[in-house]
């Protein structure tokens, strides 16, 4: 019980350092992460430091799920980067090799002060990362205890001589204990330090606990498996499955090499001044875990050095075994949020800035077919404006409920401002909606009481209509892609709008006094100016949402 008790400590503590680093450095991974190029070694040398930074390989793989989802990057480009999140999941096991036991409890008395005693919220994410650290090693402690009185027990010292990589079939039996164990505890990590207190306390081999690690690692990729479980995303699903066939041909490709593999670990650890494997100390092998964590990074470099130059080759097999993406006729389908990305308000955003672009290149879409109903009828177009608001309100709902299920999570000032205007840049998506629906509307009863413009009012309202189908464009673009001087272009764009508004009903009231107009086709023509008019105010409230967070 001791020894399960400061597992699940260790576990805790991974949990809270993995959330601090990312509430206190969740926007500058984001930034990174979309500046990704197609560059695979970029992308691998980016995916090996957040991880680290972050300390979970599948906090990294879920951001990168809802990157891809997003459109912010492409399939080739996230397993890139899941190569090098790979690597990076070694630096825990690197740091506790390091035995920083004694540095644990001030860690811990620390990192409560800090977060349950700090008043800014910053410091509170830091006493998260300390006091995180801190359990992590306590708890490694708490397992050596454990073990210590058992480790001579002849039924325990039996079971563990169980596993033994003299035999191919031991080796594999190795192999599905390490993965089983890391799927049971939903931690890569906390396998290999559990892992490694066993080794050092001699109750498992070198070559035994390699084994292990190496199951671990194929262990960590079934819980994003499990992830995507229930899930129609379909990048979702060949981002996981990349992540596992990376780990799955890896293990293989090492384990069919395994006595040399285990002797090229031994002896590049010893070059660097470790000593032998073997090495006791206070009952205890003082030098295994050295062993285990270098044996840990070094397949993982090898394995992404493998993969990286068949890229291409494991982007098409995850395509080929991945589920295909169900072509759905409806027109009118809401986005579904999985509830995997909450843990990860990273993910999570870009997920929704995801549907939030779509929302909007469906509300321009819809602009540019009522656009055309200014010149010539379609009652197809006219006839399905209430359909199409509802689907605008509804995207509105979804997506509004689902960033208030992020906010009610942990998340840092900046996350938080962030959730304030994607809701703000929805909330007006709809609302052009509205004004697209009254404009509909107008044209209808326009077409119904024969009602017909002049040329010269004709040509205004095409040029208003084509400037706010600009002005819904250029912001779209700067939802896709970051533009110089964009919000200097978007105030341009609404000033233009609001000065062609003027301009018309001036135009118009000459028309009038000449004559050339009557009193009842000019309410109508008032009335679609200003329907316009707003339009280009609630693309100008978009624009300055997508400022302030882009």
Same mark, same amino acid.
């Not at 080794?199 to 606990?209: E, N, W, Y």
């Given at each position: ?7 699940? *400590? ?35 040398? %980016? ?15 879920? *951001? ?76 490694? %402690? ?85 992830? %995507? ?144 109903c200014l010149m010539v009828?379609?009652?197809d177009i006219l006839g ?38 994607? *809701? ?11 004004? *697209? ?66 301009d018309m009903r001036y ?44």
């Amino acid at each position: 019980m001791q020894t399960l008790g400061g597992l699940g *400590m260790f576990i805790l503590g991974m949990k809270m350092m993995t959330e601090g680093l990312q509430a206190t450095a969740g926007q500058k991974i984001r930034r990174v992460l979309e500046a990704i190029s197609s560059n695979r070694y970029m992308g691998c040398a %980016t995916g090996a430091g957040v991880t680290a930074l972050v300390q979970s390989s599948s906090a990294t793989t879920v *951001m990168l799920i809802g990157f891809v989802s997003a459109g912010i990057m492409n399939l080739e480009q996230a397993v890139g980067v899941v190569i090098g999140a790979n690597i990076g999941t070694t630096i825990t096991g690197q740091m506790i090799a390091f035995k920083l036991t004694a540095v644990a409890l001030p860690a811990v008395a620390l990192g409560v002060a800090m977060k349950y005693f700090s008043k800014r919220r910053n410091f509170r994410y830091i006493g998260d990362i300390v006091l995180g650290f801190g359990l992590l090693f306590y708890g490694m %402690t708490v397992m050596k205890h454990g073990l210590a009185p058992i480790k001579s027990d002849p039924q325990f010292i039996e079971f563990f001589t169980t596993f033994s990589t003299d035999t191919i079939g031991g080796m594999l039996l190795c192999v599905f204990m390490g993965t089983a164990l890391t799927v049971a505890v939903q931690s890569s990590s906390a396998t290999v330090g559990l892992t490694m207190t066993l080794a050092s306390s001699g109750l498992l081999t070198f070559p035994t606990a390699l084994a292990l690690v190496l199951g671990e690692n194929i262990g960590t990729t079934i819980t994003a498996q499990f992830a %995507t479980i229930g899930s129609n995303n379909t990048e979702a699903h060949q981002t996981a499955n990349a992540h596992t066939i990376f780990n799955v041909i890896g293990v293989a490709i090492i384990l069919l090499i395994f006595p040399w593999f285990v002797q090229m670990v031994e002896w590049l650890t010893l070059d660097l001044g470790t000593g032998p494997v073997t090495q006791m100390a206070n009952n205890e092998y003082i030098n295994v875990s050295r062993y285990i964590a270098n044996g840990h990074t070094i397949f993982n470099v090898i394995n992404a050095g493998v993969f990286l130059i068949l890229l291409p080759k494991l982007v098409q097999l995850t395509v080929l075994i991945s589920p295909k993406p169900a072509k759905s006729k409806e027109r009118y389908l809401l986005p579904e949020f999985d509830s995997q990305f909450i843990d990860s308000p990273i993910g999570a955003l870009a997920k929704v800035k995801g549907e939030i672009i779509n929302n909007a290149v469906f509300a321009h879409e819809n602009l540019k077919k009522v656009n055309t109903c200014l010149m010539v009828r379609d009652d197809d177009i006219l006839g399905e404006r209430e359909a199409v608001e509802q689907h605008l309100d509804d995207l509105q709902k979804v997506i509004i409920q689902y960033l208030t299920t992020i906010y009610q999570g942990e998340v840092n000032e900046p996350e938080a401002k962030e959730i304030s205007e994607m *809701m703000r840049i929805t909330n007006n998506i709809e609302r052009l909606g509205d004004s *697209m629906e009254n404009v509909s509307k107008m044209l209808e009863r326009v077409y119904e009481n024969k009602i017909t413009f002049s040329e010269d009012a004709k040509q205004d309202l095409k040029a208003i209509s084509d400037q706010v189908d600009e002005f819904l464009s250029l912001v779209i673009n700067e939802m896709q892609e970051n533009t110089p001087d964009f919000y200097q272009k978007a105030l341009a764009k609404e000033d233009t709008i609001d000065q062609m508004r003027e301009d018309m009903r001036y135009k118009h009231i000459d028309r009038l006094r000449a004559g050339n107009c009557s009193v009842d086709v000019g309410v109508f023509f008032i009335a679609l100016v200003s329907g316009y008019e707003k339009m280009g105010d609630y693309c100008f409230n978009i624009a300055t949402g997508v400022n302030r967070i882009i």
